[in-house]
């Protein structure tokens, strides 16, 4: 069984500070770890991904996130936000062997100040 | 290249009423997932298939909900009859057969049931 868990539902930010988010998994397999970015009334983009290669994973639009086993996390992060940046972020996990489909955190909604 | 579409973006329907929900994945992604939202809880896988055939039905929550795949190219799913708890948004993703580690997504169907 996989599980995620996104600590804190909501994050604010001033523009051009530290972005961190933080995932941590359950996954009794080696885990494939996922970013997604939701913007409003849009999809879900990829953001980033570790899938067992290196475990510093960097993304699109300066975001980056270290997959560390020792403490089963995947925190997201960015040296400075932007406005842009605003929209809410969900962490999930999958594997290679037996289930494909996603799990799911319950999400966090990235609020950026000027 | 064209992305997951999804269709109707919006639907709202009284209880007991039916509707269904149409998803065309990218072209030549023998991989498709339905996954849903309800209001405020984490996304939640629904089912997944490969080609016409249902691969892991796993998350489907009970016998109102039906999904086809026929010719394994678009998917529908139908919710008959729909209760108030069925409301949220359902997102449809894909995914070619050789990379089940990158799943693109589509914006969602939105569904209010009242």
């Known amino acids: 069984a996989q599980s995620v868990t996104q600590l804190g539902s909501h994050v604010s930010v001033s523009e051009g500070a530290l972005v961190l988010l933080r995932c941590n998994y359950s996954?009794?397999?080696?885990?494939?770890l996922f970013w997604y970015v939701q913007y409003p009334n849009q999809g879900l983009q990829l953001l980033l991904k570790?899938?067992?290669?290196?475990?510093l994973v960097k993304g699109i639009n300066g975001f980056e996130a270290e997959f560390k086993k020792s403490e089963t996390s995947f925190h997201l992060t960015k040296p400075s936000a932007h406005m842009s940046d605003a929209a809410e972020y969900f962490c999930?996990?999958?594997?290679?062997?037996?289930?494909?489909?996603?799990?799911f955190g319950s999400g966090t909604r990235l609020q950026v100040q000027p | 290249e064209a992305g997951v579409t999804q269709f109707p973006s919006h639907s709202v329907i009284e209880k007991g009423q039916t509707v269904t929900l149409r998803c065309d994945p990218i072209?030549?992604?023998?991989?498709l997932y339905w996954y849903r939202r309800v209001m405020g809880k984490e996304i939640k896988f629904l089912l997944h298939?490969?080609?016409?055939?249902?691969?892991?039905e796993s998350g489907m929550p009970n016998n109102r909900f039906l999904a086809e795949r026929t010719g394994g190219t678009y998917s529908t799913l139908k919710v008959q009859p729909a209760e108030l708890e069925d409301s949220g948004v359902y997102f449809c993703?894909?995914?070619?057969?050789?990379?089940?580690?990158?799943?693109?997504f589509g914006p969602g169907t939105r569904l209010t049931v009242t």
């Open positions: 298939f490969v080609k016409e055939s249902k691969q892991d």
């Open positions: 072209s030549g992604h023998d991989n």
């Open positions: 996954s009794s397999v080696p885990p494939y």
């Open positions: 993703a894909s995914s070619q057969v050789s990379r089940v580690d990158e799943q693109y």
């Open positions: 570790y899938t067992s290669a290196a475990t």
């Open positions: 999930a996990v999958s594997s290679n062997t037996g289930r494909r489909a996603l799990t």
